[in-house]
């Protein structure tokens, strides 16, 4: 049972763009949705998060929208730029559960 | 900078082998997950301790692989008789208090089961 869906697999974007990411997850018990940005070679790490008591957060050039009725949650990266080419993780998890839920990835390729 | 460390980078085995690889948590966390990551996929949780104490396994673990965590400190994972179904990238990841949140990951060890 695939409890995060993210969308789309691969995503192309001009330098300068905005590339949109999108997670949908089933379980209402998730209260907290992280993003993580992984390198070929390397651990995920933690981009931004948010919990469901807020619609939006923003950190730079990253926002994340939340909508709960829907149960979908999105990335958004202004101003795109060719270092933000990578892989893309959309997480959930209860708070102090142990595990986090992984989406399947999107692979980002920010053009020159 | 004290990061999450995992050791071997890189592993390649035979099939039956047992392999055994280590994960050091960044110092202060008193969490530290194992994940499992095959090629187009996101990180699978296997298990998770808490200090020294595992609190959670998941049920796709087979009873091949076992993880401990003596004195709460560093952890090990152990995968017995192998299978080329095991070639995966293991990434520990470690967080702080008795939270979920921040995980933050080392660089994971890629097995490759020939």
């Known amino acids: 049972q695939q409890q995060v869906k993210q969308s789309p697999q691969s995503l192309i974007v001009q330098k300068g763009g905005i590339s949109i990411i999108n997670c949908a997850y089933e379980n209402t018990a998730f209260d907290y949705f992280p993003w993580y940005q992984q390198f070929p070679g390397k651990g995920p790490a933690l981009l931004i998060a948010i919990r469901p008591d807020v619609s939006e957060k923003k950190e730079g050039r990253f926002t994340i929208s939340f909508n709960k009725s829907a149960k979908q949650f999105s990335l958004h990266i202004m101003d795109s730029q060719p270092g933000d080419s990578a892989t893309y993780f959309c997480a959930a998890s209860i708070t102090n559960a142990g595990k986090s839920t992984f989406g399947d990835g999107t692979t980002l390729t920010v053009k020159p | 900078d004290t990061g999450v460390s995992q050791d071997p980078r890189h592993k390649i085995t035979k099939r039956g082998q047992n392999v055994t690889f280590r994960c050091d948590p960044i110092s202060e966390h008193n969490r530290l997950y194992w994940y499992r990551q095959t090629l187009g996929q996101g990180p699978e949780f296997l298990t998770y301790?808490?200090?020294?104490?595992?609190?959670?396994k998941s049920r796709l673990l087979s009873d091949r692989f076992s993880a401990e965590r003596p004195k709460g400190s560093f952890s090990t994972l152990e995968i017995q008789r192998t299978e080329q179904g095991d070639s995966a990238m293991y990434l520990c990841a470690s967080s702080f208090w008795g939270s979920n949140e921040k995980l933050f990951f080392g660089s994971g060890t890629q097995l490759s089961v020939l």
């Open positions: 301790f808490q200090n020294e104490a595992q609190l959670e």
